[in-house]
């Protein structure tokens, strides 16, 4: 395809699925990875390649959304034709304890990647399009449900708050200045690479570790909230389609089913045959100052106009995680039994 695409939090799950994606395509991947003293790429691991390989797909970039005139050197050197801007701090409870750094990294990371993208092509006459990752989120309490894109926002977190104003800084941006910029409000997605700090994964690896002894305790916050929860490696999908198309515009990117924390619980423990309510206690530490009760998207528009949909139901993704995390707890039980055999 000979295209070359710039990754925002390449290092997350869905930069990582979608590096795979447009790798499998033919584009030039590069990533932006802030400098650590400790390496955080575990995800894109299987597709590096040393950089003085002169066929490699991918490479990386130190920088920082906060930064802009480093974004500005990044874009310049690296001349993306597409350009996805993931990175952010997500986690929604930790945003209500770091809201200022949440609504930096957010919202005026996403202006300052919006300028750079907007001077880059002034300067240059190249027409870069930029993808904006957008939140269910924006929705919270939302009278309406399903929610489409034409559903007001009511946001209830900080988090929530930031990508509000990060999706309408890209819709002035592509209004303004004619940019081609599109908003992907994806609802919840989760995978064997989602962080253990969310729900899902961290109820995916505690009922894997309690099958082998290896944990005794499972604590959770609200077990009533209702998500709609898809693949991952699906929605990276909507977000490349959304690029290629004719005009900018925006989507909803969902199953259209939402299920509570609980259904997640019965479905992960029921794998394993267990009952989660032998296991799991509520702890008011996770709980969130203003909660969101359901999230259901109406991805009506993704399906018509971008021919997506879910190749993943809600049962083959619960199983798809507690496989890869029995894995990875067979692997921890073999570690610790050595440990007692050299004791």
């Given at each position: 395809?000979?295209?070359?695409?710039?990754?925002?939090?390449?290092?997350?799950?869905?930069?990582?699925?979608?590096?795979?994606?447009?790798?499998?395509?033919?584009?030039?991947?590069?990533?932006?990875?802030r400098r650590s003293s400790t390496f955080s790429t575990q995800r894109i691991d299987h597709l590096y390649q040393d950089s003085h390989e002169p066929h490699a797909r991918l490479r990386l970039h130190y920088g920082d959304l906060l930064d802009a005139s480093g974004l500005r050197k990044i874009i310049s050197t690296t001349q993306p034709d597409e350009v996805y801007n993931l990175g952010a701090q997500s986690h929604v409870r930790t945003?209500?304890?770091?809201?200022?750094?949440?609504?930096?990294?957010?919202?005026?990371?996403?202006?300052?990647?919006?300028?750079?993208?907007?001077?880059?092509?002034?300067?240059?006459?190249?027409?870069?399009?930029?993808?904006?990752?957008?939140?269910?989120?924006?929705?919270?309490?939302?009278?309406?449900?399903?929610?489409?894109?034409?559903?007001?926002?009511?946001?209830?977190?900080?988090?929530?708050?930031?990508?509000?104003?990060?999706?309408?800084?890209?819709?002035?941006?592509?209004?303004?200045?004619?940019?081609?910029?599109?908003?992907?409000?994806?609802?919840?997605?989760?995978?064997?690479?989602?962080?253990?700090?969310?729900?899902?994964?961290?109820?995916?690896?505690?009922?894997?570790?309690?099958?082998?002894?290896?944990?005794?305790?499972?604590?959770?916050?609200?077990?009533?909230?209702?998500?709609?929860?898809?693949?991952?490696?699906?929605?990276?999908?909507?977000?490349?389609?959304?690029?290629?198309?004719?005009?900018?515009?925006?989507?909803?990117?969902?199953?259209?089913?939402?299920?509570?924390?609980?259904?997640?619980?019965?479905?992960?423990?029921?794998?394993?045959?267990?009952?989660?309510?032998?296991?799991?206690?509520?702890?008011?530490?996770?709980?969130?100052?203003?909660?969101?009760?359901?999230?259901?998207?109406?991805?009506?528009?993704?399906?018509?106009?971008?021919?997506?949909?879910?190749?993943?139901?809600?049962?083959?993704?619960?199983?798809?995680?507690?496989?890869?995390?029995?894995?990875?707890?067979?692997?921890?039980?073999?570690?610790?039994?050595?440990?007692?055999?050299?004791?």
């Amino acid at each position: 395809m000979d295209k070359t695409a710039l990754i925002t939090g390449i290092t997350g799950q869905d930069g990582s699925y979608l590096a795979e994606l447009l790798i499998e395509k033919g584009y030039q991947v590069h990533g932006i990875i802030r400098r650590s003293s400790t390496f955080s790429t575990q995800r894109i691991d299987h597709l590096y390649q040393d950089s003085h390989e002169p066929h490699a797909r991918l490479r990386l970039h130190y920088g920082d959304l906060l930064d802009a005139s480093g974004l500005r050197k990044i874009i310049s050197t690296t001349q993306p034709d597409e350009v996805y801007n993931l990175g952010a701090q997500s986690h929604v409870r930790t945003s209500f304890d770091q809201p200022i750094y949440t609504a930096e990294v957010i919202s005026l990371g996403t202006l300052n990647l919006l300028e750079a993208v907007r001077d880059y092509r002034d300067s240059t006459g190249r027409e870069p399009r930029l993808y904006q990752a957008s939140s269910s989120e924006m929705y919270g309490n939302s009278r309406d449900c399903p929610q489409s894109e034409v559903t007001p926002f009511r946001p209830r977190s900080p988090y929530a708050c930031s990508k509000v104003h990060a999706f309408w800084q890209t819709i002035n941006h592509r209004e303004a200045f004619g940019m081609y910029a599109c908003n992907g409000i994806l609802f919840n997605h989760e995978s064997p690479r989602r962080g253990e700090t969310f729900v899902t994964r961290k109820i995916t690896r505690a009922a894997t570790r309690i099958k082998l002894g290896l944990q005794d305790k499972l604590f959770l916050g609200n077990l009533e909230g209702k998500r709609d929860w898809g693949f991952a490696g699906d929605y990276v999908k909507a977000m490349w389609l959304m690029l290629q198309q004719t005009d900018a515009d925006d989507y909803v990117v969902a199953t259209g089913a939402s299920r509570s924390v609980g259904d997640f619980l019965n479905e992960s423990f029921g794998c394993l045959d267990l009952d989660w309510r032998e296991y799991v206690e509520v702890d008011e530490r996770y709980l969130r100052p203003t909660e969101v009760n359901e999230l259901r998207g109406d991805a009506s528009k993704a399906r018509g106009l971008l021919g997506w949909k879910p190749s993943l139901d809600f049962e083959g993704l619960v199983h798809m995680m507690i496989e890869s995390d029995m894995r990875m707890a067979e692997q921890e039980l073999v570690i610790a039994d050595a440990g007692v055999a050299r004791r």
